[in-house]
């Protein structure tokens, strides 16, 4: 039966995500018919270059890159959740966003002028600042192993995580006030969150290390089940606690780094999916929580991005959207704890 | 005191715990030893070192001195992997699987027998569901963990370490949070699993007539922080029972098997 399930949620899912990806293509701010898309991804040409280049290197893109970012800041989301045994965890609410964030905004505004476009066209700008977004995350997962073998209390680790948060923004905040305006400028367009800055150069970069290290997260489901358990029971059934756990916040820190670092510091999807995932299967089994966490997530992100180009005012950023989706689910999750199962 | 049978045995063993740079130990020159088919009795009272004794022998905690040996080989030098088929483990901690089945809670207990991945084949089915029948849940294969009551939830989680196919199982107050008849149940169904299936079973318990009533042996912790070992009618003839607490106004009552003042 549960099994059943299963199988239904994940097909469903995938449909969703099917035609979310064809409404992503078909609908933006310019209009294009669909006769003429279908002409372009068969590689006819419409005969508009403009509208050739629309599909091709900025909806195609943007169309991988929400679905990539979805799926990669939500499987963040549920190894935080499974690791730090608290179902309220997640990228942006631990700070780890945050700490991405702050290494972003040093390189972007030690960079200053120089970068052309959101992150830059040329390699090593972009480089430059996935290897600080990664730093940056690095150093707030570090603290939140410290803190979370002091404090016992769930509640007050997120607080550290809020904490760490703030106290990011605030270096952020005195970096700008020393920066040049266009560095400036370059980091508050890329802290509105954007599925639109990854080139379809620089795809291969991001597509290649969310996939290897979404990989990574399903070769560590038994670890990730025994830890349900505890992490008593887990190292009395043959699992390096230690060691897996430091496992799972390195693939977290690179998803939510990478993620950070070409789409900004999204907020929301990371915490809500995973427990999509889990009401909907019915299950905090991993090895089937893993793949409907990566579907819900790049549907909930390709959502977003249909949201956000659908305005005939101009872009909506990606994070005034995620908040509408994120934040009720979390309120139904906590209003009905009790209920659910998997607080149980 | 030591014989074929034994299985598990300490060595000079010293319990206790780190605090910054001294140590502090609570108990030390353990020579305790566990046999096959007995269900052994801690007893203590609070504070004397239960729990970390359990701790130390299920490798939760370093020994401070001494060593812990499974027929013959000392269990430090082991690999997490080899010590989880020897020993399994049943503890009161709270656990964050109320949405796995009662039969994907026992399956986790087939992890240290599984690959990489953790699939189970046909043969980790059946002695899963074997598990289950014997301790007593098979009727809740298929509930929700969160669904069962306290007592059904310790049957659970005695499943998967039967599941887990280790000869020696150790409990952690298995009884703590339990109602009376789920208590009774619960000894019944551990006293089973040692007489009929040769498990060496230890477990700690605040329940001092169950105990006795139930246990092959007892191993008393005393309030002089000695570990008095032997038969429940040898340990009840001796007198020790009443080294077990610190007041002097309750004594042990042989013949309601419990503490009276």
New interface residues.
Partial sequence: ??HCRYVITVIALTLVLVLLALACLAFGSVDIPVDRIVDILSGKGSGNKAWDIIILQSRIPMIATAALAGAALSISGLLLQ?TF?NPLAGPSILGVSSGAGLGVAIVILALGGSLGGLLGENMGSYMAILVGALLGAGAVLVVLIAFSAIVRSNTMLLIIGILVSYLTSSVVQLLNSVATEEGVHNYVAWGFGNFSGVSVAQMPVFAGIIVLALIASA?M??PL??M???S??A??????VTRSRNVLLLITGVLTAVVTAFCGPIGFIGLAVPHIA?LSL????H?RLIPATILAGADIALLCALVSVNNPHGIIPINAITPIIGVPIILYIILNRRRI???? | MKNENTIFSTHDLAVGYRNGSEQVILLEGLNLALERGKLVALLGQNGAGKSTLLRTLTCDAPAMAGQIKVDGKDISSMSQKDRSRLIGLVSTERIQAGALTVTELVGLGRQPHTGFLGRMDEDDRRIVRQAMVDAGIIGKADSYVASLSDGERQKAMIAKALAQETPIIILDEPTAFLDVASRIETMRLLQTLAHDRGKAVLLSSHDISQSLLLADELWLITTDRQVLTGTTQQLVADGAMDSLFNNRDIHFNPNILDYSF
């Fill in positions: 039966m549960n499974t045994n070769l489901v038994k089940n025994a349900l358990l505890g008593r029971y190292r009395n059934l043959g699992v390096n889990r019915g299950t905090s089994n090895s199962q998997y607080f149980n």
